[in-house]
Each structure stands twice: as C-alpha cells, then as structure tokens.
C-alpha cells in the first residue's frame, strides 16, 4: 500500500518561508515522479513542482524562482522550500507520487500566508 504524509504547513506572513515534506513509504517501483499541487478555495488544483526520476525539474509559472522542489531518494522523501510567500499562495497543498501506471495523492497540508 502506498502512502503519502505531508508535514510542514501552517501559517505565515507574507514574505516569509515555509517548507513541506511528504513521505512516502510502501512504494512499488523506482521510476515515479514526485511532485506538489495545491488547491485554494474556489479553483482548480495547480500545479505547484514536479521531480522526475532522472532528475527533470519543472514549476508552475507562479511559483518560479521563489520555491524549490528537492527529492531525498534514499528516504523517498520530496521537500518544497517556499521562499517570499504571497498571500495569493495561500491553499491546501498535496504531494503526489506518480509512476508509469499509478499514481497516489497524500492528505494535503494547509498553508495560509496573511497580508
């Protein structure tokens, strides 16, 4: 069974910096990407950064140059820095684990970044 936990939200100011972990255990295969959406009140799920298993790194337009995506293969765990928050970053946060023929999404994670 797979299973993803995230950690790490919370509340912020504006400017400020929060970084998630999301664990995952039970994995059935090395070649899986990694990745975070989030999702505010009222829209769509976005994505948020991906880490592919040879190590292509993607962001959301909104989200480049201020958070960084790094992945920990020996303890399959993905971490997201997030640096100069805005209020318009506030929102439930999800990290997913997809391979070739699956993929899995943890719990989410609340993070709110006041004005």
């Known amino acids: 069974q797979v299973r993803l936990v995230e950690s790490g939200g919370g509340l912020v100011q504006a400017g400020g910096s929060l970084k998630l972990s999301c664990a995952v255990s039970?994995?059935?295969?090395?070649?899986?990407?990694l990745g975070w959406f989030r999702q505010a009140p009222g829209k769509q799920r976005e994505l948020v950064a991906t880490s592919a298993a040879d190590d292509v790194v993607t962001y959301g337009e909104s989200v480049r140059g201020r958070f960084t995506i790094d992945r920990d293969n020996g303890k399959n765990t993905v971490y997201l820095q997030m640096n100069s928050l805005k209020p318009e970053d506030t929102g439930v946060y999800y990290c997913?684990?997809?391979?070739?023929?699956?993929?899995?999404w943890g719990q989410g994670t609340q993070v709110t970044v006041s004005s």
């Open positions: 997913r684990v997809l391979y070739p023929f699956a993929d899995y």
């Open positions: 039970g994995s059935i295969s090395n070649d899986f990407t």
